[in-house]
Structures are given as C-alpha cells and as structure tokens.
C-alpha cells in the first residue's frame, strides 16, 4: 500500500511560479512511474508530466519548457516547478503513482492540489 499527499497549490497571478510537492509514503518496492495530472472541471484529466526509474522525463507540449518534474528518493517526494504560469494552468492537480505487480500496475493517486491561475 502506498499513500500520497499532495500540497503547494495555491493562487497566484500569470507570470507567477509554484512548486507543488507529492509526499509518498508505504512500500516504495517496484515503482516504475511517478506522474502529475491535472483535471478542470467538465474536462478528462490530462497528463502533464512523468518521470521514470531511471529518471527519464516527459511533458505535455502545453508545459514544455515551463514547468519541470523531480524526484527525491531519500524523501519519497516528487516535485513539479511551475513557472511562467498562464490561466489555462488553472486545475486541480494530482500526483500519481505507479507500482509494477507482475503483469500488471497499480497506481496510486493523491487528493489533489488546486492550482488557481487569475488576475
């Protein structure tokens, strides 16, 4: 069982930055993706970043450039860098994790953060 917290979001005016936090906690054993969504209401939720075992990284094309994902074994924690912020950022945002079981996964999901993007 893994547990996963998410904090950092908040309000903030365009141009603005935030770092949102993912804390996870349990068994850390097969973790094979770490991952932030986001999701607005009346929308599917919407990959924005993932990072790999091996510290590999995506982004959605929307955020390349502006925001960037980390990790930090010794914590358990993944971050996501938010720079450059635009209204269309404005979300709630969920970390996820993904831990390999044989022939398949489990993911695990956080509450979720809200990040508010407005003038």
């Known amino acids: 069982q893994v547990q996963v917290v998410e904090s950092g979001g908040g309000l903030v005016q365009p141009g603005e930055s935030l770092r949102l936090s993912c804390a996870a906690s349990g068994s850390m054993s097969n973790i094979v993706l770490m991952v932030w969504y986001r999701q607005t209401p009346g929308e599917q939720r919407e990959l924005v970043a993932t990072i790999s075992r091996t510290d590999t990284t995506t982004y959605a094309d929307s955020v390349k450039g502006r925001f960037s994902i980390s990790r930090d074994d010794a914590k358990n924690a993944v971050y996501l860098q938010m720079d450059g912020l635009k209204p269309e950022d404005t979300a709630v945002y969920y970390c996820?994790?993904?831990?390999?079981?044989?022939?398949?996964?489990?993911?695990?999901w956080g509450q979720g953060t809200q990040v508010t993007v407005s003038s």
């Open positions: 996820n994790v993904k831990k390999g079981m044989g022939w398949s996964s489990i993911n695990y």
